[in-house]
């Protein structure tokens, strides 16, 4: 049996959908993880009910666009990168997760029919090849979390080969560089780690690789050629919250340097109003999420300006003190913070998505 | 159980009305009392045998009456245990209107005779409650407070919801905050809303209610002179909110006295309508007829010409200031 990472060890229980029982993703799964109890169902039998207290992981075909824009907003700036639906849920279990408020089960789902998938991005990429795309994987599950179990990752960097116009950005708290050699273009993929304060990665984020792993890998890979991203996202307000990101800004300025590095996003912890209820009764460990959340212009709560200006300020001056200014954008946020922190607002440089396709494709400017 | 068939007339000074069972005592009110008088008793009272006396099982409040009235009583022999006395209690007063802390006082009376499941399937039904409902949940959580909660409970000081914020702190937390509850009588709305805020604001910095309330300045409120309880219920839950939300409170705080000094003489009002997430702020004003209009236009380019405004309009810009 394939020696399987301590985050997927509580993968207790397989349900296969009948119509994709005979996918080669299947096939792949059930070969690394032998010896589990397999349920086969109706594809129509509904969605999977585990009754055990470990994880479930659901193998079944996707019907629905595979690619989709991020849903930004009109009054906060949005990254504008493409979301390649991959599955849903993750075996980690980061108390601020959104999964917990966007699904109602923690059932890992893996959609088997990958060339459906490939097939769709084929048709989407090929139509005009002067069009650049950003994309990446880690919006509804973690980029690599089954990335052990599926090399779904490693079959998409191969794929992305044939499509210069594409950079494909793998997003993740776990660190399986496994897909590496696989890539044919290492200038257009992004591998990026979600980074926080050591005592965030500690108390909240459970099942997740160590800050220095994560730099570690970080490293490997600017080492290997590829230039990586780097999230401080969600930024927490919590005591001692100075010191913490000083620690984590002081290991990257150790690991990386800016040539290393095509983005920086900061963004704060904001969420849907109903996910605060939803911490709170799982992780009563979760302080943070009692601080000063107030209404959002979209609707999210989110940490009271000043307070998010201040630690932003605290975040970018030590960021930009080591050479990553030109890196950094914020997440989600709007003119007055862009200006309070930075000193520009995206509308001054050509727009936030056009900053960012820019950096991702190595500095090549956009000629469209 | 047996409740015998024949009626007995006793002596009101041979009934002892002090059992466990009779869990909701209380004055009798002017009906009952005007009802005994002009027309007598209709309903015996329930009695066991206790001596060479009684002890009353039901009928606490007629014989308060009769007593008083120096009548002999009415009333009929059983023979029950206690979580039959219980139940014909509970039965013969379900007509009274029952607030929580009769149903408290109820259930810490079967509590001990019965198991939670046979408490929420049996007895909160008898008492107008869901078994299903929140009522009962929280009503049984209630158990698991310090004793000394109870008192505030069954006078109706303390709404049953605080339960839920008082069931997620610590017993030092609970003894830390139990003052609050021994004389001010509390809305439901204010006492969850003081006991959220608190326990968040604890959460939030890590450390404990009792250091924030005795931080805060909320004892002294207690003791303080000239204050009704009603202001004191107000000057608490302020000082709750501005614990848990303390940057917020100071910007709210003088975004509304810059406010009120800009409009000062006018009839515009100013709010700040984004939560200090933009800088916008709006002015209204109501007019009902061209003079109105024409004083409120005047007193629009009065308010444009405050020195003010950029004080208000700057006031969320700069980065928080560190907590004192
Ligand atoms: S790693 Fe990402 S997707 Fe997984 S639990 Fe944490 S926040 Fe959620």
Redesign the pocket.
């Known amino acids: 049996m394939t020696h399987l990472p301590a985050h997927l060890a509580a993968i207790e229980h397989i349900y296969l959908d009948r119509s994709a029982r005979d996918e080669p993703l299947t096939a792949r799964v059930l070969d690394r993880l032998p010896g589990l109890p397999l349920t086969e169902r109706e594809d129509e039998a509904g969605p999977v009910e585990h009754p055990g207290t470990g994880q479930a992981l659901w193998l079944r075909r996707f019907k629905g666009r595979f690619l989709r824009p991020c849903p930004g907003t009109r009054i906060y700036h949005c990254c504008a990168y493409q979301i390649a639906h991959i599955g849903e849920n ?5 108390t ?4 917990q408020a966007y699904f109602q089960d923690r059932t890992l789902k893996v959609w088997t029919n990958r060339d459906d998938f490939l097939e769709e991005l084929d048709r989407t990429f090929s139509e005009d090849p002067t069009r650049r795309w950003r994309i990446g994987t ?1 919006e509804f ?2 980029s690599l ?1 089954l990335e052990a179990l599926t090399g779904l990752s490693g079959d998409l960097v191969e794929f992305l080969g044939r499509f210069p116009n594409v950079c494909l950005e793998l997003k ?3 660190v399986d560089l496994s897909w590496t050699p696989r890539v044919p273009r290492p200038d257009r993929v992004l591998p990026a780690w ?1 980074l926080n304060a050591p005592q965030i990665v500690a108390t909240q ?1 459970q ?2 690789a160590s800050l220095e792993e994560r730099l570690q890998a970080a490293r490997t890979c600017a080492d290997a050629g590829f230039k990586v991203c780097l999230h401080f996202d969600p930024i927490i307000h919590f005591p001692g919250w100075q010191e913490g990101y000083s620690r984590t800004i002081k290991m990257i300025g150790d690991m990386l340097a800016p040539e290393h590095v095509a983005y920086i996003s900061l963004g704060s912890f904001r969420h849907m109003p109903e996910l605060a209820g939803i911490i709170a009764r799982r992780h009563p460990q979760a302080g943070y999420v009692h601080g000063e959340f107030v209404p959002g212009l979209d609707g999210k709560m989110r940490l009271l300006r000043p307070l998010r200006v201040e630690q932003f300020t605290f975040l970018a001056a030590r960021l930009t003190a080591l050479g990553f200014g030109p890196a950094l954008y914020f997440c989600m946020e709007s003119d007055e913070v862009w200006r309070a922190v930075l000193g520009r607002t995206p509308g001054e440089f050509g727009g936030l998505g056009r900053y960012l396709m820019d950096r991702a494709f190595g500095g090549e400017r956009d000629s469209g | 159980m047996t409740v015998s068939d024949a009626v007995i007339l006793i002596p009101a000074q041979a009934i002892e009305a002090s059992s466990p069972c009779l869990f909701w005592p209380g004055e009798p009110d002017e009906s009952l009392a005007f009802s005994l008088a002009r027309l007598g008793q209709m309903e015996p009272v329930l009695v066991e045998r206790q001596g060479e006396g009684f002890s009353l099982v039901a009928g606490a409040r007629r014989l308060a009456v009769l007593t008083d009235l120096g009548r002999p009583v009415l009333a009929r022999e059983v023979e029950a245990t206690d979580l039959e006395k219980g139940l014909l209690y509970l039965s013969t007063n379900a007509a009274r209107p029952l607030t929580d802390g009769m149903r408290f006082a109820a259930l810490r009376y079967f509590h001990m005779l019965l198991t939670e499941s046979e408490l929420t399937n049996f007895v909160a039904p008898l008492m107008g409650l869901s078994p299903q409902g929140r009522d009962i949940r929280l009503l049984l959580a209630w158990f698991n407070l310090p004793d000394a909660f109870d008192p505030a409970l069954m006078s109706g000081r303390l709404p049953l919801a605080a339960g839920e914020p008082l069931s997620r702190m610590t017993r030092e937390e609970q003894e830390a905050v139990l003052p609050f509850f021994a004389t001010l009588a509390w809305s439901r709305g204010s006492a969850v809303n003081f006991l959220t805020w608190i326990l968040e604001a604890a959460r939030a910095r890590e450390m404990s209610a009792s250091e924030i309330l005795a931080q805060g300045g909320f004892y002294p409120i207690l003791s303080e002179e000239g204050l009704s309880p009603k202001d004191a219920i107000t000057a608490l839950t302020a000082l709750a909110r501005a614990a848990r939300y303390p940057a917020l409170f100071r910007l709210e705080t003088e975004a509304v006295r810059l406010g009120r000094e800009i409009c000062a003489g006018t009839a515009f009002r100013l709010t700040r309508p984004d939560q200090f997430e933009t800088p916008a702020v709006e002015l209204t004003v109501r007019v009902a007829g061209p003079g109105p209009l024409s004083r409120a236009t005047a007193d629009f380019q009065k308010i444009a010409a405050s020195p003010l405004w950029d004080r208000l309009f700057n006031l969320a810009e700069a980065p928080a200031e560190p907590e004192a």
């Open positions: 993750c075996p980690m279990s980061c601020y997760c959104i999964l880690g599950t973690d979390a993740s708290k776990i979600s984020e099942g997740t």
